[in-house]
């Protein structure tokens, strides 16, 4: 199984980034994929998940961290066997390292990760 981030890069408060997490080695549309990210000497968290089992065009059931609801959306494309975060009205405090990670869980992550993508939010 791999996981491969993309898109992340420096960008100014309020700007917007998408990422791009492509998998391989899996029957993408049937597995939960999540965004977690990590911020210097913060626990890793969750970020955004969608489930597995939608039709080719995507689909599943998403959920949000609190401090991320109504700015992120996450999505998938399953023809393309790729998860999207597009990301709106950045905060400085969303500065992290993004990961992907499958088969993501309710109660946890999966045991399958991409190397990460940084994000950084500054003026």
């Known amino acids: 199984v791999q996981l491969v981030e993309s898109g992340g890069g420096l960008v100014q408060p309020g700007g917007s980034l998408r990422l791009s997490c492509a998998a391989s080695?899996?029957?993408?549309?049937?597995?939960?994929i999540g965004w977690y990210r990590q911020a210097p000497g913060k626990q890793r968290e969750l970020v955004a998940r969608i489930t597995g089992g939608g039709s080719t065009n995507g689909g599943g059931s998403t959920n949000y961290a609190d401090s991320v609801k109504g700015r992120f959306t996450i999505s998938r494309d399953n023809a393309k066997n790729t998860v999207y975060l597009h990301m709106n009205s950045l905060k400085p405090e969303d500065s992290a390292v993004y990961y992907c990670?499958?088969?993501?869980?309710?109660?946890?992550?999966?045991?399958?990760w991409g190397q990460g993508t940084q994000v950084t939010v500054s003026s």
């Open positions: 990670n499958t088969p993501t869980g309710v109660s946890g992550p999966g045991g399958y």
């Open positions: 080695g899996i029957i993408f549309s049937l597995y939960a």
